[in-house]
């Protein structure tokens, strides 16, 4: 089972580029402890995170995961790195650290440039219902447009523990402008939303932000 390392950064006034500097200078040592698919995301179109650095890094297992966390807190070039990030002179006002399980949800996975994200937190006795009706989401948001979609299950994750997270990826700010105007008016869309939105309705969404990625 895919395991996401997510890294949360609030950006200084002025620090930006110092702090998307970090990001990268910190990318090869990590592939070299055995992360992959490392990437880095920007808030942008979005509200709470707008401005603020994502960085995530996956893992083929909860094992491997943790082998990499080992050698990574004995890595002296990492430790500097970590060092820079949590001291005086560091480009972030704020940071955090949370891991997931990714959950299949049976539909293309494929990357774009514009990440949109909504966590969500199931209600009581209803967590393999989220699952259910997010393999519904994730389905009709390819079928509309999206290079792929997937799922995660926090576990790690401080506030935001036993919340579901799922990402939705376009190639453009105009494919996702596309594929929601195409959404709010499919009979596909209409009934996703009345299953999650009404009075049966198995979760709360807590949040949803867009993305963008940045080179490493």
Not at 88 to 112: D, F
Not at 121 to 132: A, S
């Amino acid at each position: 089972m895919t395991v996401i390392s997510t890294y949360l950064g609030q950006v200084r006034p002025g620090r930006f580029e110092d702090a998307v500097d970090m990001c990268r200078r910190v990318a090869k040592p990590l592939e070299r402890l055995g992360a992959h698919n490392l990437r880095l995301l920007r808030g942008a179109a979005s509200a709470d995170a707008y401005g603020g650095l994502v960085f995530t890094c996956e893992y083929e297992n909860n094992e491997l995961w943790g082998e990499s966390y080992d050698r990574m807190i004995a890595d002296d070039e990492l430790v500097s790195i970590i060092g820079e990030a949590d001291g005086e002179a560091s480009p972030y006002a704020g940071q955090s650290l949370v891991t997931g399980n990714e959950i299949p949800l049976g539909c293309p996975t494929g990357q774009g440039s514009i990440v949109q994200v909504t966590i969500s937190k199931p209600l009581p006795g209803r967590f393999q219902d989220c699952i259910d009706l997010s393999v519904k989401v994730g389905a009709v948001f390819t079928k509309l447009g999206a290079q792929g979609s997937r799922l995660f299950w926090m576990g790690a994750a401080g506030s935001q523990t036993n919340t579901i997270v799922l990402t939705a990826e376009y190639t453009s700010m105009k494919d996702l402008g596309k594929a929601a105007d195409a959404f709010m008016t499919s009979a596909d869309g209409q009934g996703i939303i009345d299953a999650a939105f009404g009075a049966e309705g198995p979760t709360t969404v807590l949040s949803q932000e867009i993305y963008q990625e940045l080179p490493l």
